[in-house]
Structure formats: structure tokens, C-alpha cells
């Protein structure tokens, strides 16, 4: 189906529903321009809301109608969760940002007769995002609301977004995702040299010390040593005063000084990096810390980064860490401390009502999606161009051109291998397509552990490692025995230049994909333990952020 303006075109407002671009209530207007369609946002009376615009385009004539038996991908809000897949054609299904219809199978390298459609939005949009496919067109819903009450924008004409078609024949469905996520991001940010290395989360858990990563930073540069390009080494939670919570203004007691351990760890010749959370002020220290004004209304723990001063701490926080000298800014919950939920499959919205309780951020003027971005523009800005900023709970789309690095799907684990299993290896396979296009797609870490089986970790690792995107290593010491210091040595080796081009093949029939092309070669893996999968204690494995 080639670009064109919708037809058919539904506003919801404070006033009425109108089914037209230009109404009484609010005008939308298009323009298509080099294969992109900007669609704006005015309303007619300055005290009018806006919450959704549908766009809908019907196959007008039979040539744009698929007579062949087609699969569907669609994306996700931000991160996968084990749950990224090819499906049949379902009308129901809401599919953020991009979604891509193909025949055939990926599994067939003769790419002969092959043909994928795609529809998306740029990214760095000021909507949130969502499609539906079905045999007789495509619809295309624009959520513009603030938290979930309508957008007031006033006079402000809100740019929502550009929306990109794309038809790619004789060529792979991953291929075809590929240029497709190349089209909706441009301009991707790159680093200076490929980031990998170790960061402690799946061993330690956040019990660790300020001795504690430097052992780990001297024993990671033991098997990084004479490779091209540094390691980074990432402290993950566990160093603030108190656990996943602010204040980040100091280590706790077994972190005494941030900024000598950071000139430690680089003394060493790694590249020192910290996570936070920006946004929880949940602990009663921070009830002086934090003024209540700044506290989000859907819940006090939370701060809302539509007010200014919000974004000064925000800013004045980054600037700490990277003064302490940190190089790399690993940020998390991002997306669960504005909208209180994890953004699992079959969401159709991130915003919903807690307990039937409307709400929004402060500045009513601006959509969720235009807070969203500006508080990525922030941290990237407040960082400084030598400073990684990785995602982890953000939304890939409105982070691109923002961030280095994103943590595309959900924990993996040192704890048990069927979480690695599930989440680990369906990230990297369909997060693939948003690596290099609009950043470099962390699929997360290989959890070494003496708990989870070395022969499943070796496979995990051997595949991140020549995947051509980052490969971080939770290195519980006890576990790097001599046969396993010498694979992770040539595993990061591999990574450290990342020059190796991997795809799956049965992405399309499998969530877990088994079968691969290394470089052009075939190359098979087979994830599962003896026992096989276990279902039977998903909701304790598989809850976000469950470890």
C-alpha cells in the first residue's frame, strides 16, 4: 500500500468526535513529503482537550490487496517480555509503533516472491503509538492524551508525527524490518568504539561493595586484556542509600566515596558506569529531600517530569554522577514510575486510570509522549557527549537519537536459566531490527552463576558475543573457573569490535529461534533443558523485574 493521505479520519475531544480532518472541534492537517506524512494537532478553542486521532487507510483496489496467507509482527510499548512474535492476522491486535505483514518464511532463504509490507511512525514522535491490520487496510491510532485525560495544547500546534510506509520485495522479513526501523530512525546516536563488559546485577544482586567492583573491574580486565577496544564496567542497584530508591546524591555505607571508586575502576583501564532511577522518591528519607510538589498525581512515590524543577534534578543528578566520573549512565524504570504498569504484550494503552482514577502530568499542555522525550533530551544533554547513556525501561521509540545503548526485553537471570531462556534469547533475536538503526540493542546479560547450568550459558554467551550487539557478563567470581575464563576471554574479544553479523531464520515460527545464519553460515542452538520449559511457575519466574 504506497503513503497517502487516511481515508477515514476520527478526532476525539472534550467537545465531540468529529469524523473529519477539519472540524468545529479541531483541525488535523497532512503532509506527505519524501515518503514521510507529518500529521499536526490545533484545536479550533484555545479550552478544548484532545485524546485520540484514528487514521485509517482501506486497500483501494485489488492490487493492494495480499491474495497470499501473510504473518504479522508487531512492536512493543518499550521492552519485549519473552513475548515479541509473528502471528496470524488478528483486527484486534494493537501493535505499538510499527507493525510489518509478510508471506513466506524466513526460514526459506530463497527470498524469491518474498514480500513485506510495513507501517510505523518516526521515532521521537509526540503520540503514543499504535496499529491494526487486518485484509481489508491498516488503522493507525494516536494517543495524544496526557496521562489519561485529553491534551490541552491551547494555541500550541502539536507536531504528533510522521507516518512512513514501506514495501520491501525479494528480500527476508528481518531485512525488510531492518530498513524499515533504518526509515522511521535516521539519525541514530553512535559511540566512539563498541560498548561490552560486566555489570554485577546478576550475581550480586545489589549486595556488593566498593571492593567488591573492584574485583569484579580487575577480574574483567583479566579476560579483556589486549583487546581492542576497554570494557565498560556497570554498577547496577544496590550503591544508593537506600535499595532502588533515591537519593543519589552519595553511596551508602558500603559505598563511601562514588567518585574514588569510579577513579579506581579506571585506573584499571575500564570505563566506569552507574545506574539510576531518576524518577522514585519512595522512602520517607526523601520526604525532605524531595518537595511534594514535585510528586506525580497518579502516585506520591513518584516524581513527575513535566515540571521544570523535576527536570533540574533530573539534570543536576546526571551532571553528579558523570562529575563523579562516570562514563556510562545505565537509567531504569523510566517507563513503570510515569505509568505505574510494565508494558507487557496485548496492552493496547500505556495510561490507564488506577482504580477508575483519571490522571495526568502537571503540564496538561503536553502530551505523554512529548514529556517523555523531553526528559531523554534532558538526560542526554545534562550527560555531555562522552557519556553512554543506556535505556532500560524506556520506550526504544521515544529514546532513539537519544540514547547510545537500550536494554531491549526484560531481566535475564543468574538464578535460573529458563528466564534467560524466555526473555534473553526473544530479545535478541527481535530486537535485532533496532540494532544499529536506532541504537545498539542490548538483548541483557549472561547471568554466570553457579546456580544456572554453564552449558546453557556458554551457548547464551557464545551467541551474544557474536550477535554484533552489546554483551554484558554478570560474573559471579566463584563460577570463572579456568575453562570457563578462557571461552569468556574469546568471547569478549569478539564483542569488543562487534563486527559479526547474525540473524535468525525460524523468528517467524519460533519465539525462542533455534536456527540462525552466523556470518552467513548456518548455525543451530538448542535452548532447552532436559526437563523442558517450565510453565508451571511463570508467575513467579516471569514477573518484571522479579530478579
Known sequence: MKLRIPDHIRVYTSLGVAD????????????????????????RQSDTGVSYIRLRWNRAHSGERRTESVMVYGDAWERGYGDLMWGPVNPQRTMP?????????????????RFTECFGVGVLASALVFWQYDVSG??????????????????????????????????????AGRLFCAAMSPSPLKTARPVYGSNDWYYAYGKTSHEEIMNDTRLLMSLCKGNENPPYMVIDNGWSPVNCDAPWDRGNEKFPDM?????????????????????????????????????????RDSLDPSIPEVLDYVRETTERLTGWGYKLIKHDFSTYDMFGCWALAGRTELAVADGGREWSFRDRSKT????????????????GPDTVIIGCNVIGHLAAGLIELNRTGDDTSGRDWERTR??????LAFRGLHNGTFYAA???CVGLTTRVSWDMNARWTHLLAVSGSPMFVSAQPEAVTDEVAEF??????????????????????????????????????????PEGADSFRKKVLFAPGAF
Open 97 to 113: 509503533w510499527f507493525c510489518m505483514a509478510s508471506n513466506g518464511s524466513d526460514s526459506n532463504t530463497d527470498y524469491a516472491g
Open 368 to 383: 505523554s509522549a512529548e514529556v517523555i522525550v523531553n526528559l531523554n533530551r534532558v538526560i542526554r544533554e545534562a550527560a
Open 422 to 427: 524466555r526473555m534473553g534469547v526473544n530479545t
Open 20 to 43: 473529519k480532518a477539519i472540524s468545529d472541534y479541531a483541525e488535523v492537517k497532512f503532509n506527505i513529503n519524501g515518503g514521510r506524512m507529518s500529521v499536526s494537532l490545533a484545536v
Open 488 to 529: 569468556l576471554r574469546e568471547a569478549y574479544r569478539r564483542n569488543s569490535i562487534q563486527t559479526d553479523e547474525l540473524i535468525p531464520l525460524d523468528w517467524m515460527e519460533n519465539m525462542t529461534p533455534a536456527r540462525w545464519l552466523l556470518n552467513g553460515q548456518p548455525y543451530d542452538v538448542d535452548w532447552f533443558l
Open 442 to 444: 542490548d538483548a541483557d
Open 138 to 175: 491498516v488503522t493507525c491510532w494516536l494517543d495524544v492524551r496526557s496521562g489519561t485525560r485529553d491534551v490541552l495544547p491551547g494555541n500550541r500546534v502539536i507536531s504528533v508525527c510522521d507516518v512512513i510506509f514501506g514495501e520491501y520485495r525479494d528480500m527476508s522479513a528481518y531485512t
Open 259 to 299: 567518585a574514588r571508586l569510579a577513579s579506581e575502576m579506571a585506573e584499571t583501564g575500564a570505563i566506569p558506569g552507574i545506574w539510576v532511577r531518576y524518577l522514585i522518591a519512595e522512602d520517607k528519607m526523601n520526604d525532605d529531600l524531595i518537595p511534594v510538589e514535585w510528586r506525580a498525581e497518579r502516585c
